[in-house]
């Protein structure tokens, strides 16, 4: 069974740090592109960034200088750092292939960057 389950999630104050994980099932995992999506109510969900399965990675404009993915591959498990934080930033958060799957979308972890 796919499965796609993101963390890291949580309340950070503008300026702040969060790194996020998404553990993957390995059968998507080792050969596919993933990447990270993230979407507010009523809101069209929006790419944020992506990594190759060689680690060549690429960044929304919104998110770039800032933001950081990488992936570890002996863990199946993608990560998205994000530094400088800003409170356009809060949104559920999730991993999925690039491009995405409708099966895999997981429930997502929520960022929200407020003082």
């Known amino acids: 069974q796919v499965q796609l389950v993101e963390s890291g999630g949580g309340l950070v104050q503008p300026g702040g740090s969060l790194r996020l994980s998404c553990a993957a099932s390995?059968?998507?995992?080792?050969?596919?592109?993933m990447g990270w999506y993230r979407q507010n109510p009523g809101k069209s969900r929006e790419y944020v960034a992506f990594i190759t399965t060689s680690g060549v990675t690429n960044y929304a404009d919104s998110v770039k200088g800032r933001f950081t993915i990488s992936r570890d591959n002996g863990k199946n498990t993608v990560y998205l750092q994000m530094n400088s934080l800003k409170p356009e930033d809060t949104a559920v958060y999730y991993c999925n292939t690039v491009p995405a799957v409708r099966p895999y979308w997981g429930q997502g972890t929520q960022v929200t960057v407020s003082s």
């Open positions: 390995k059968s998507i995992f080792s050969v596919n592109t």
